[in-house]
């Protein structure tokens, strides 16, 4: 993998400034939240260049839309990037996550393709072939090997919970791995901040669960900057003990105040909201780099922080939820 140079970047990221204004502001959210329908809301996104001006049958289908819109992101930030390989990092989810679609569907004999998804480093057609014929040889080595862990272990289990666990681990250990041979802080830190919110969440969902620290270290992914040590001595103690080891790292009065709420409702929705929130707002520094990978990453990410936005706000308009309701579910926006 090439070594980045910030001057590699000159005209990828003046294509990248041309292209935010068309992003989803919160301006533009607020109009979809308080639009009367979910036909009038959709509206919106045709004017931020969704679909090509192409309008959808079915407002029902806006899943179409946003799927097309991911497709579109990336293809435009692969079409001016200087080096590709730089961004196959942040396609490594969707080939983990067509993965275990695959693998799941092969212990249960069902087809898998209406759960896959059409954005990854690997073409789908690859991955169904390595899964069947046990072909690996196109795969990277932390795919090739979560796959043979798997096929040894589930046969004795039959968890397919532990596919999901296998493969995760596996995927951030492969992201860890990308991040630091790209030789960019901004992604390093962005993936360790992902692993760090990852692990706590799962803290607190085991914790409510009643399960034992020793089922919280298997599930614990390794590359963030608070270690398994700190979870495990933690985890029969109280919240606040909690919240005050990890001040340092900068999750302590979001953790508090989720933890709050969800002792309030019974429900996670906030606190996962203010996790969202941090990571969009550190990806927001990219907007401030003048030239360099940053703008492109940020850009690739708040898209896919503005697509979960949107599906939010869309599947609640189909719903009949109220505006004041989806406010209260609604994530930071990045333009």
């Not at 959210?29 to 329908?37: F, N, Y």
């Not at 681990?169 to 992201?175: G, K, Q, T």
Request: hydrophobic letters at 40%.
């Amino acid at each position: 993998m090439a070594k980045i140079k910030d001057t590699d970047y000159l005209f990828s990221t003046a294509r990248v400034r041309s292209v935010e204004k068309n992003m989803l502001t919160r301006e533009r959210a607020e109009k979809m939240i308080d639009a009367k329908s979910a036909e009038d809301a959709i509206k919106v996104l045709y004017d931020c260049d969704y679909g090509y001006g192409k309008e959808i049958a079915n407002v029902k289908h806006f899943e179409e839309l946003l799927s097309a819109e991911h497709k579109k992101t990336y293809e435009f930030i692969m079409s001016i990037a200087p080096d590709i390989e730089n961004f196959n990092i942040f396609l490594y989810p969707y080939d983990y996550h067509n993965l275990k679609v695959i693998m799941k569907s092969e212990y249960l004999g069902k087809e898998p393709d209406e759960a896959l998804v059409d954005t990854g480093s690997i073409e789908i057609s690859k991955l169904k072939y390595a899964v069947r014929e046990r072909d690996f040889s196109e795969l990277t080595e932390n795919m090739a090997d979560a796959l043979k862990e798997i096929i040894e272990t589930f046969p004795k289990n039959k968890d397919p919970q532990n596919i999901d666990i296998t493969f995760d681990i596996y995927l951030y250990d492969e992201m860890i791995k990308a991040s630091k041979k790209m030789n960019s802080d901004f992604v390093l830190n962005y993936i360790k901040m992902q692993i760090d919110i990852i692990n706590i969440r799962s803290f607190v969902r085991l914790r409510k669960m009643g399960k034992s620290w020793d089922f919280f270290s298997k599930v614990f992914i390794d590359g963030g900057n608070i270690s398994k040590k700190t979870f495990i001595s933690s985890f029969d103690e109280s919240y606040e003990s909690f919240a005050d080891q990890i001040f340092i790292y900068g999750y302590k009065e979001i953790f508090i105040e989720g933890i709050d709420s969800l002792n309030k409702t019974g429900m996670f929705t906030n606190l996962e909201q203010l996790f969202d929130n941090k990571l969009i707002n550190y990806i927001k520094s990219a907007k401030y780099v003048s030239y360099g990978i940053e703008p492109l990453v940020g850009y690739l990410l708040a898209k896919e922080n503005e697509i979960r936005i949107v599906r939010i706000i869309m599947a609640s308009k189909i719903a009949g939820i109220s505006s004041d309701k989806i406010r209260e579910r609604m994530r930071e926006t990045y333009a």
